[in-house]
């Protein structure tokens, strides 16, 4: 494999082998408590991630929740 790119939030990210959701975000060693990350604009839940295996040109976006009013 010659590698793929990943864009999260904008940036590009070049994987040189097959991973899933939840092992490239504890790569980027992110807490990972309150976020959450969709892919094509669709929610992945968390107990997903690492079963969903990540595509050469998918773009991720990590929302984080904000508390307060």
Same mark, same amino acid.
């Given at each position: +494999? =010659?590698?793929m790119k990943i864009k999260l939030n904008d940036k590009v990210y $070049? #994987?040189?082998d097959v991973t899933t959701l939840g092992s490239f975000m504890e790569r980027l060693d992110i807490p990972l408590?309150? &976020?959450a990350v969709? &892919? %094509?604009y669709e929610v992945v839940p968390?107990?997903?991630w690492h079963e969903t295996v990540l $595509? %050469? =040109?998918m773009e #991720? +976006? +990590?929302i984080h929740a904000v508390s307060g009013g």
């Amino acid at each position: +494999m =010659n590698g793929m790119k990943i864009k999260l939030n904008d940036k590009v990210y $070049e #994987l040189t082998d097959v991973t899933t959701l939840g092992s490239f975000m504890e790569r980027l060693d992110i807490p990972l408590q309150g &976020i959450a990350v969709a &892919i %094509d604009y669709e929610v992945v839940p968390k107990d997903r991630w690492h079963e969903t295996v990540l $595509e %050469d =040109n998918m773009e #991720l +976006m +990590m929302i984080h929740a904000v508390s307060g009013g």
